[in-house]
């Protein structure tokens, strides 16, 4: 869990058959004879002592690691002493976790025998080690990335935070919420010294990162208690309601809503004002917008970033040249869906017909709005119906479908998903932006459901917390590859589900989310590699794809300041996509799908190599049984 929040604010398991098989195949064979007739025994009997220990090891660490983070203790929906703290974000806790990944890594290879270990224990094994070797890596190149991004602002991230994370069920829950608006001051002066850090480096966010984050910062200072406005504030409002639900009696809610104001108007106000100060003098200071290439070595940092996001090493020109080929392939699908549906015209002149056509967007509107949402509800009520032919197991949280909050729809994406807890008492929730519905198209909204919701980031992130027989560890990592990779899989696998079925402007919709996902690969190593301008990105796109031009502007100004993260999609759909035909062709009328998926989500995220071992594992032991 190294650093989990502080990277998602600065930035962003062997399925049934095979964990059956590859795991509890080796204990099937220590079964079968008596311990004291063969060394085999005896080696079994090791291992199994080594795979023990080495789960003491990874519990330990992980609570360890969750001890030292309220933020992370609550996520995972657990009330401590610590409820009402947040995270230290300071240098000096930075180098102590720094300090301690050295530690455990060291410890790992110098305690445990890989050799000794049971399947699965190999595989968490790896996992870690990765896991411990990349943030060293990363620490490396801290300097060159940005803490603050249009993406991701500890600005926004603390009220969002506290709206959906914090519950408030008991009176001291209420109390502990004002103890984190009192403290908000201390982490964002703390975020401020990590910005200043890097000013004296002359590493500065690109310009058009700060309209959004100044914005977004000043809207969540609007409202009630801030200003004279009769209206809440968005966090006011929050706290009232969680107050207002609480069986105590009115005399106390008044001194919670008393004090809860005073925290606001004082320290959590005073943390904004500094922190907004600090991003209109880095404004003054930004030289335009760049790419990774203009940073200190930013050839190496963009290969670093290549890694981090994709868990291989890519070469920029071969991703390049990889995405030209896919955006050739996926426009001549493209072409057939127009001669499909008797458009007469060009490709580019289609592209502007569906940008333009009014049947392709709701109204902007709250009856729009709210059309929208009851559709998409609908979308994932099919893919629940057609389940059974492709999934053995399912989350066991629900999905709700959620608007944006008004407060922060200038800086969040289109749509995106939050985790459940491990208990279910928060549901996973896929978002979707509404702010102006002319940038939400209908063609794409399947792909947006499948993708966010389910069979996608849900059913993968869902299912990894609640999976038994891991280390904790597992349950929580991610990988942009892995996590990316499979919810755009989805999106291919829900066409095969017959979803699209009659549907050739929602299929055309599916080829232009994953046209999104092709153009990534050239305008990312575009602007990072070769010195691409932001609007070359821009006109790229617009050239390739039928988005909406908001979208666009704002897909590219994304890519711009997380370096490589757009790459993942489809290098992880890729990877999931060759290693199903590899099951396919080689376990022949053996091959079920239900039984890939299973190893590809009941082992929870890894890196691509690991995935792959682990694949090439199901299909040995499914042909020798």
Not at 122 to 146: A, P
Not at 313 to 324: A, F, N
Request: aromatic share 10%; glycine share 6%.
């Amino acid at each position: 869990m190294k650093k989990s929040l502080k990277q998602l604010i600065s930035g962003l398991a062997l399925g049934a058959s095979a964990l059956a098989l590859a795991a509890c195949g080796q204990s099937g064979q220590q079964s079968s004879a008596p311990a004291t007739e063969t060394p085999l025994a005896e080696t079994v009997a090791s291992a199994a002592t080594q795979s023990e220990r080495l789960a003491v090891f990874f519990e330990e660490t992980f609570e360890r690691d969750v001890a030292a983070s309220p933020m992370f203790q609550a996520q995972l929906g657990r009330k401590t002493e610590d409820y009402g703290k947040w995270d230290d974000f300071s240098e000096a806790e930075e180098s102590r976790q720094i300090a301690q990944t050295r530690d455990d890594l060291a410890r790992l290879r110098s305690e445990f025998d890989f050799d000794k270990l049971d399947e699965q224990s190999k595989i968490s094994y790896r996992i870690f080690e990765y896991n411990q070797v990349n943030t060293l890596k990363n620490h490396e190149w801290r300097y060159n990335q940005y803490p603050v991004t249009q993406m991701s602002s500890i600005a926004t991230y603390l009220p969002t935070f506290l709206q959906n994370i914090h519950r408030v069920d008991t009176l001291g829950d209420a109390e502990d919420y004002i103890a984190r608006l009192s403290a908000a001051d201390v982490v964002l002066a703390e975020v401020i010294n990590d910005l200043n850090v890097r000013e004296e480096r002359g590493i500065i966010a690109p310009a058009l990162v700060y309209p959004g984050v100044i914005g977004t910062a000043n809207a969540i200072l609007s409202g009630a208690p801030f200003d004279g406005s009769a209206e809440d504030s968005a966090i006011m409002a929050d706290f009232r309601q969680k107050v207002s639900a609480l069986e105590i009696d009115e005399g106390e809610k008044e001194r919670l809503l008393t004090a809860a104001t005073a925290a606001l108007v004082g320290p959590f106000k005073t943390g904004y004002m500094k922190f907004i100060g600090e991003m209109e003098l880095q404004q003054e200071l930004a030289a335009g917008d760049r790419g990774a290439w203009h940073l200190p070595n930013g050839e190496e940092y963009y290969a670093r970033r290549i890694e981090n996001w994709t868990t291989v090493s890519g070469d920029p020109d071969e991703i390049h040249e990889l995405g030209l080929s896919e955006v050739a392939r996926i426009r001549a699908e493209m072409e057939a869906i127009k001669e499909e549906v008797g458009f007469e015209g060009t490709l580019a002149e289609f592209f502007k017909f569906v940008r333009n056509d009014p049947n392709n967007y709701y109204p902007d509107t709250e009856e729009g709005r709210q059309q929208y949402l009851a559709d998409a509800n609908t979308l994932i009520e099919e893919v629940y119906s057609k389940t059974d032919a492709y999934f053995n197991i399912l989350p066991k949280a629900a999905l709700e479908v959620r608007p944006v909050e008004k407060w922060r729809e200038n800086a969040a994406g289109t749509a995106f998903y939050n985790r459940p807890t491990p208990d279910g008492s928060r549901p996973g929730i896929y978002y979707i932006n509404m702010k102006d519905m002319g940038d939400v198209q209908k063609h794409i909204m399947n792909s947006l459901a499948y993708h966010e919701g389910a069979p996608g980031h849900h059913f993968q992130l869902a299912i990894m917390q609640e999976l038994d027989g891991i280390p904790e560890f597992r349950k929580f990592g991610g990988y942009s590859a892995y996590t990316e990779g499979w919810a755009l899989y989805t999106e291919r696998l829900a066409f095969e589900m017959g979803l699209y079925e009659n549907r050739p402007m929602r299929n055309f919709g599916r080829l232009a989310e994953e046209m999104k996902r092709a153009v990534r690969l050239v305008v990312d190593t575009g602007m990072h590699a070769k010195q691409w301008t932001l609007q070359e990105a821009i006109d790229y796109m617009t050239d390739n794809t039928p988005m909406a031009p908001g979208d666009i502007e704002r897909q590219n100004k994304r890519y711009m300041v997380w370096p490589g993260q757009a790459l993942s999609y489809k290098i992880g759909m890729i990877k999931l996509l060759e290693l199903r035909e590899k099951a396919r062709t080689e376990l022949g009328q053996e091959f079920d799908i239900r039984d890939y998926h299973d190893v590809v989500l009941k082992n929870g995220a890894m890196p691509l190599a690991v995935l792959e071992d682990v694949v090439n594992i199901y299909i040995d032991e499914k042909k020798t049984n």
